[in-house]
């Protein structure tokens, strides 16, 4: 039995009429006939009667109709298999990320990529920006998106996105009710901040801007991710600055107020070994690409 008397056998299923067949084939109807009578052969069991008028399938040829399909869909796809992993399109992604890329696109790269590319599954990994770079050094990560312009010379970067912060308070605090916030109406307030070893870069720019703006922040908490820094907010016990995707967590009780001051926003890369060569790692950089618009 070969895989061509099933598709002829399957086309003749369907119309059964030699003729009709036989030209959406693109063969004439002896042949068509000979691979018929042989798949009989092998199969062991008559599969349609035919006379001058018509052609009919046997109760053989019924049941074997699905079972016919059901091997070429079968052989369809191990073929499409080797051909992506012959092409390093099938096996696994393992890629790194930061929390706030939930609400900064990243959902749709995997949705698209997911769509384009099935065979290849994603594995993703929550981390901090410091522990992205060390993961991806190691070979442990094929690809990362960090919040940090300390991008070693070795990795291969692209910009992603670059969103302004926003003041998050309470909603019940004085200042919640505003159009805007100069950060000085923030003296003396106690800060909710996301840890200097998660985002040093983070860390270090919100006490510059601080102090251009006149005084050192009382930095009360510090947090391992960017949720729970407005989830600290949501329950009253203090305030933060806060990348305005985050906006988009809805927390109950938490309100979100533009800086008057433009001076600081929150870049996000996306990182990857240069010296990789990874069909599969390309076509999800071309995701990235294509995804989102500013990726630069």
């Not at 749709?108 to 410091?130: G, M, N, T, V, Y």
């Not at 870069?201 to 009382?218: K, T």
Request: aromatic share 6%; proline share 5%.
């Amino acid at each position: 039995m070969e895989f061509r008397h099933l598709r002829y056998f399957l086309v003749l299923a369907e119309e059964l009429h030699f003729g009709r067949a036989a030209r959406r084939l693109a063969i004439s109807q002896p042949p068509l006939s000979l691979n018929i009578q042989q798949l009989e052969a092998s199969v062991g069991a008559r599969l349609l009667t035919r006379n001058s008028k018509s052609v009919q399938l046997t109760a053989a040829g019924l049941a074997f109709v699905p079972a016919a399909r059901a091997l070429l869909e079968q052989a369809a796809s191990a073929a499409n298999l080797a051909k992506d992993v012959g092409e390093g399109m099938a096996g696994s992604l393992t890629i790194g990320f930061s929390g706030t890329m939930l609400f900064s696109g990243l959902p749709l790269i995997l949705a698209r990529f997911q769509e384009d590319h099935p065979r290849l599954r994603l594995l993703l990994k929550e981390l901090s920006s410091s522990e992205q770079l060390v993961e991806l050094a190691q070979g442990r990560l094929d690809l990362g998106f960090v919040h940090t312009t300390r991008v070693p010379p070795e990795l291969s970067h692209i910009r992603v996105a670059s969103q302004a912060f926003v003041g998050c308070l309470p909603a019940a605090h004085v200042l919640a009710g505003q159009a805007t916030l100069e950060l000085a109406q923030l003296q003396g307030e106690p800060f909710a901040v996301v840890s200097k070893t998660v985002s040093p870069d983070y860390h270090e720019r919100i006490l510059e801007l601080c102090a251009a703006s006149g005084f050192d922040p009382e930095i009360r908490y510090e947090l391992r991710h960017w949720l729970s820094v407005v989830s600290l907010v949501a329950q009253g016990m203090g305030v933060a600055l806060v990348p305005a995707a985050l906006q988009q967590s809805a927390l109950a009780g938490a309100v979100f107020v533009p800086l008057q001051e433009d001076a600081m926003t929150y870049e996000t890369h996306c990182l990857w070994k240069t010296s990789r060569d990874s069909p599969a790692l390309a076509a999800f950089v071309h995701a990235v690409r294509t995804s989102l618009p500013m990726a630069t």
